[in-house]
């Protein structure tokens, strides 16, 4: 089966511009999360749907970031407008059942100059 | 706050002999915890896992030993190999009103020398 997907895999883009990294999970995985990790530290929790539901946003920083997941299967989340401690790298990951089987994208390096 | 801690950002190894990569948590609510291998470029992956229940999970050359009263966890590879060589993150959950949200260390990179 196909893993989980993201795209694109960098972005460099200039403070104050706006970016949608999206992220198609594996089919059939009713559960999505975003995690970011920025330089060096730990990978952090931002957000997670049960299909096109928001279980938990607990993680998102601040209201630049937008999450959405339409017809609960890939899901974007936009960054407008960025800013320079945006930077980071922006994991997804997919899991069937309400448990810990996460699988993880690649990620997506976003870089705001 | 860094609910979950791994103190030691690098760890060289031979070939052959043991690794062992700790990792400490402060919320005394965190019950279940797990072991993520990443490699450049790519995606964090699942390695191993341990519920609160336990004080020890094995699986293969991995074994992960938990100290629930001092709040530690670690992870030995025996005997590890130069593929072994990536950035390996602790991470904790709260399997009982916590979600699936994991909670991560800033990870430990190990390198497997010849």
């Known amino acids: 089966e196909a893993g989980v997907t993201q795209f694109p895999s960098h972005s460099v883009i200039e403070k104050g511009q706006t970016v949608t990294l999206r992220c198609d999970p594996i089919?059939?995985?009713?559960?999505l999360y975003w995690y970011r990790r920025v330089m060096g530290k730990e990978i952090k929790f931002l957000l997670h749907?049960?299909?096109?539901?928001?279980?938990?946003e607990s993680g998102m920083p601040n209201n630049r970031f937008l999450a959405e997941r339409t017809g609960g299967t890939y899901s974007t989340l936009k960054v407008q407008p960025a800013e320079l401690e945006d930077s980071g790298v922006y994991f997804c990951a997919s899991s069937q059942a309400r448990g810990y089987g996460y699988t993880f994208g690649s990620g997506t390096r976003l870089t705001v100059v | 706050d860094q609910q979950v801690k791994q103190n030691s950002p690098s760890l060289s190894v031979q070939e052959g002999r043991i690794s062992i990569l700790n990792c400490d948590y402060t919320?005394?609510?965190?019950?279940?915890f797990l072991w993520y291998k990443k490699y450049p470029a790519e995606g964090p992956t699942f390695l191993i896992s341990i519920s609160s229940i336990k004080d020890k999970n094995e699986d293969g050359r991995f074994t992960v030993f938990l100290n629930k009263s001092a709040k530690h966890l670690s992870l030995h590879i025996v005997p590890s190999q130069p593929g072994d060589s990536a950035v390996y993150f602790c991470?904790?959950?709260?399997?009982?009103?916590?979600?699936?949200?994991?909670?991560f260390g800033t990870g430990t990179q190990l390198k497997v020398e010849l």
């Open positions: 089919s059939g995985h009713d559960n």
């Open positions: 991470a904790a959950s709260r399997l009982t009103g916590g979600g699936n949200k994991l909670t």
């Open positions: 919320n005394s609510m965190f019950d279940y």
């Open positions: 749907f049960v299909k096109e539901s928001k279980q938990d």
